[in-house]
């Protein structure tokens, strides 16, 4: 399983990693951008960084560990990643606030980051997460040259197969959006082994009964 905790700047995504860490030790918990942070600013180079990581979530797959990658990857990037067809299940939130709360929590710990350019950016996420035809060229311009982006460039908005849940993180701690997100992870794990993969259409009525129980 791979999990991503996405979001753009001042969300919280990297905030939770280590109360992740504690919460769930059984996973591979990682920061998108610890390898090189310059790497999420521009399309390419941020989609080269997905794949690696997809393949490094390959690599614990194949040994029986889930993977959890938290920061700045792309919904419609990771599904088409070349290797993303051979991830067993693949779970994407998306952390997001309002746009003043954000500026502030960016104001207090990056303040260089705090522009009109990063409020765009988490709007057209935003929208991203529910309509996959919203502009698709923000990301599909100047791409790595691998992406599939046939692999859902087609679908409407409302294709079931179109799933990344939205974690609202306005006004809340980083101990309440840790366990917000801690619940989501463990909605995944019961979904894991009997969900289909990535590209594959969900059955509605399995869908429909996870749901009753806030999975």
């Keep these: 399983m791979l999990l991503f905790i996405a979001g753009t700047l001042g ?25 090189d942070a310059s790497l ?16 490094r979530a390959i ?10 990658i938290g920061g700045d990857a792309v919904y419609g990037e990771i599904l088409a990643c070349p290797s993303i067809d051979e991830i ?19 104001r207090r710990f990056c303040p260089e980051a705090a ?10 996420l935003r929208v991203h997460a529910i309509d996959p035809t919203w502009c698709p060229e923000m990301i599909i311009e100047n791409s790595y040259a691998a992406m ?45 082994d009997v969900t289909p993969t990535a590209l594959e259409r969900p059955d509605p009525d399995l869908d429909a009964m996870l749901s009753e129980d806030g999975s």
Aim: glycine share 4%; hydrophobic share 30%; net charge neutral.
């Design 11 to 35: 969300s919280g995504k990297t905030s939770v990693l280590p109360g992740l860490r504690k919460k769930r030790p059984e996973f591979d918990i990682h920061d998108f951008d610890e390898r």
């Design 40 to 55: 999420r600013i521009e399309a390419l180079p941020r989609q080269e960084q997905t794949e690696y990581w997809i393949n």
């Design 59 to 68: 690599e614990n797959q194949k040994r029986g560990k889930d993977t959890v």
């Design 88 to 106: 067993d299940h693949l779970g994407v939130c998306l952390l997001d606030c309002d746009d003043v709360e954000r500026l502030d929590r960016l």
């Design 115 to 124: 522009t009109m350019e990063t409020l765009n950016w988490a709007t057209w």
């Design 148 to 192: 599939r982006w046939e692999n859902w460039k087609d679908w409407p908005q409302g294709d079931p197969r179109w799933q990344q849940t939205v974690i609202d993180t306005t006004r809340k701690s980083v101990a309440q959006i840790t366990a917000s997100v801690v619940k989501w992870m463990d909605g995944q794990i019961a979904r894991k």
